[in-house]
């Protein structure tokens, strides 16, 4: 369980394709406090640390998550925002992410304010109904807070903060992010759909 609030930003330094699996060797400063068989979100993914060496560690990626997140699409040196899981009595600054991506979006707007940027999404339409206005939503790892919701954009605020010390910089139009929506959502629409059945 993690909670979309963002440690530091990682680099891509090796990709090792192995059968349908990835490996992605990734380089951090928090890698010398990981351990073998941990969980850490990467863009919002949950990955297990299987090796390290040095300042590097070695995650796998599976052809079902290469499938549903933009894992395939990272190349070496690209940025990744990492998260280690939440400890039981910490605070929750975010919201409850699992670590489950459901779906990509894509970026259809970059606008610079005057302190802040926003970013709107275009997402698949039958994920319409978890997208609700001012709810939360996981963006590459990230918790934010959407607006301005149609049936498949929406649109979110960042704040310098936020931009700088997550690889929300390195997104332009057409990038390709991962989303998770609210799982408290999730579960209410299925509530819904078993009620209806």
């Known amino acids: 369980m993690f909670t979309g609030i963002i440690e530091t930003i990682a680099t891509v330094k090796k990709i090792v394709r192995s059968g349908t699996n990835i490996d992605f060797w990734i380089e951090s400063n928090i890698t010398t406090q990981l351990k073998i068989d941990q969980s850490v979100a990467h863009n919002g993914v949950c990955l297990t640390v299987v090796e390290i060496a040095g300042n590097e560690y070695r995650v796998t990626?599976?052809?079902?998550?290469?499938?549903?997140?933009?894992?395939?699409?990272?190349?070496?040196?690209?940025?990744?925002?990492?998260?280690?899981?939440?400890?039981?009595?910490?605070?929750?600054?975010?919201?409850?992410?699992?670590?489950?991506?459901?779906?990509?979006?894509?970026?259809?707007?970059?606008?610079?304010?005057?302190?802040?940027?926003?970013?709107?999404?275009?997402?698949?339409?039958?994920?319409?109904?978890?997208?609700?206005?001012?709810?939360?939503?996981?963006v590459n790892g990230v918790s934010l807070t959407v607006f301005n919701i149609t049936k498949d954009t929406f649109t979110v605020t960042i704040i310098p903060y936020t931009y700088t010390h997550t690889n929300f910089q390195s997104i332009d139009k057409d990038t390709e992010v991962n989303i998770e929506f609210d799982v408290f959502g999730k579960y209410m629409l299925r509530q819904n759909e078993i009620s209806t059945d």
């Open 61 to 138: 990626a599976v052809d079902e998550t290469l499938q549903k997140t933009n894992l395939a699409g990272w190349t070496k040196d690209s940025l990744v925002n990492i998260e280690r899981s939440l400890k039981v009595g910490d605070r929750l600054d975010g919201h409850f992410v699992q670590g489950h991506v459901d779906t990509t979006a894509t970026c259809i707007e970059k606008k610079t304010l005057e302190g802040s940027w926003l970013f709107t999404f275009r997402f698949p339409a039958h994920f319409a109904a978890l997208v609700i206005e001012k709810g939360s939503i996981c």
